[in-house]
């Protein structure tokens, strides 16, 4: 999955942070062809997230499930095999190396790209101090961007304060997938370690998920063009 073979359009992705299915389709709607990547996490899922994450499999959109898995090794391999049904192309588990490596297992010969997650974008190292880590942020990040790499891993997901560095750990082919993605002048809400969308392309991301900047915006179609133009020049 590497960033060169991709197109602009596929690598913004749209995170559907919003609290029904009758919310998340009128955007979809209102986005049209703009935008063919979806994110749906814990709000939309909990809320008959999964079910409109398969019709928009088949509708030909690719979906970014963000579950965020940590279990033990069983029940990440069972819930991954049924992730895997759904068809969706891309899905989130916390970067402990056993989680990775049965995530791993259930998934092979799929074309579901698992994506460990290193430091969540709204954490700075205080926070991870507050959380008994002994790492401060950058350097968690890379650890686990090394074990993602070393267990098989089709991406990480990290900052993109981070994707310069973390492209070093792990090379081109791997998937670095960026949240906390913010236009120039844009609130950072509750986001710490955040880029523009073009200054994460440079960075090294292959995809940028992108939110409230979207979603909260007046016209959604036309600040996803206006993002995916930012990224067209920094491609």
């Known amino acids: ?12 992705i ?5 609290p029904t299915v009758g919310k998340a389709s009128s955007l979809v709607d209102e986005l049209g062809d703009v935008v063919e990547f979806y994110k749906i996490g814990y709000q939309l899922a909990f809320a008959g997230g999964l079910e409109f994450a398969h019709d928009l499999v088949s509708e030909g959109k690719q ?12 029940t990440i391999a069972k819930g ?15 970067a402990y190396p056993k989680a990775m490596r049965s995530a791993v297992d259930a998934a092979r010969g799929s ?12 954490m700075d190292d205080q926070d991870l101090v507050d959380a008994g880590y002994g790492e401060n942020a950058r350097d968690l990040v890379l650890k686990r961007a090394r074990q993602a790499a070393d267990n098989g891993m089709g991406g990480i997901v990290a900052s993109a304060q981070e994707a310069a560095a973390i492209r070093k750990v792990i090379g081109s082919e791997m998937a670095v997938v960026t949240p906390g993605i913010r236009p120039q002048g ?16 440079s960075a090294g991301a292959s995809h940028l998920v992108v939110g409230r900047p979207i979603v ?3 016209d959604p179609q036309a600040q996803a063009m206006a993002i995916l133009a930012e990224m067209d020049n920094f491609t």
């Open 1 to 12: 999955m590497t960033k060169n073979n991709l197109s602009t359009k596929s690598r913004l």
């Open 14 to 18: 749209v995170a559907l942070d919003v």
């Open 63 to 74: 979906v970014f499930l963000d579950m965020k898995l940590l279990d033990i090794d069983n």
């Open 80 to 94: 991954v095999e049924n992730i895997v049904k759904l068809g969706v192309h891309m899905l989130t588990l916390h």
């Open 111 to 122: 074309n579901l790209c698992l994506l460990g997650v290193t430091v969540l974008t709204s």
């Open 186 to 201: 844009a609130s950072l809400d509750d986001q710490k370690r955040v880029l523009t969308p073009g200054m994460a392309i």
């Open 216 to 218: 909260a915006a007046n």
